[in-house]
């Protein structure tokens, strides 16, 4: 609560603007923002996650944040702090976006067996002029990705197991292998979502 002028329905108002880079929804129905605290000052403290820890676009998207909410009238200073816990799941998403983008499920639409499956990346990339990076599916719909994405999508050439890419990562990012499992399974998810891998 605020005993300015500022209100937090402001705050959450002008963060429904900010969307991810990654998928395309907004920073509060995807569940990064955890609290808004307003002093009456009209300072703003902002406590937000991201989906993965080793995304780079985390400041990008907190100069998003900063930019979009700055914006406010009467605004003061506006600060993010990025925390880690509770780590993010697709479950903080809010549920009829989740729904919508197809994670409503409670298991993924094709079942993975993580020893046998091996992800075999499908679409075509290509880089925008503006620098966006997009991977167009066969049916050409575009989505909008990272150099992470882009990375992860290449390395999906049909000869590594869900296994032997979590393990990969997990090496080359220097984290727990359980929690880079947990992310290569949410991002084979995403990228079946887009009919950017083929089903087994």
């Given at each position: 609560m605020s005993t300015g002028n500022v209100t937090s329905e402001q705050v959450y108002s002008a963060l429904r603007k900010c969307m991810d880079p990654e998928i395309p929804v907004n920073v509060v129905d995807l569940g990064?923002?955890?609290?808004?605290?307003?002093?009456?000052?009209?300072?703003?403290?902002?406590?937000?996650?991201?989906t993965t820890r080793g995304c780079p676009l985390h400041d990008t998207l907190v100069s998003d944040v900063k930019r979009y909410v700055s914006k406010i009238n009467g605004i003061g200073n506006v600060n993010v702090e990025i925390v880690w816990n509770p780590p993010w799941s697709i479950d903080k998403m809010e549920p009829t976006v989740r729904e919508k983008m197809g994670f409503g499920k409670p298991k993924l639409r094709f079942q993975i067996d993580y020893e046998k499956y091996k992800?075999?990346?499908?679409?075509?990339?290509?880089?925008?002029?503006?620098g966006s990076l997009i991977i167009m599916n066969?049916?050409?719909?575009?989505?909008?990705?990272?150099?992470?994405?882009v990375n992860f999508w290449k390395t999906c050439d049909g000869t590594k197991t869900v296994n032997e890419l979590a393990d990969q990562f997990s090496a080359k990012l220097g984290m727990p292998r359980q929690q880079i499992e947990q992310e290569v399974v949410q991002l084979i998810q995403q990228l079946f979502e887009a009919e950017l891998l083929k089903p087994d």
């Open positions: 990064l923002i955890y609290d808004v605290k307003i002093n009456p000052k009209d300072n703003v403290d902002i406590k937000m996650t991201m992800p075999m990346k499908i679409g075509e990339f290509s880089k925008q002029d503006d066969e049916k050409h719909r575009g989505f909008m990705v990272n150099d992470a994405i």
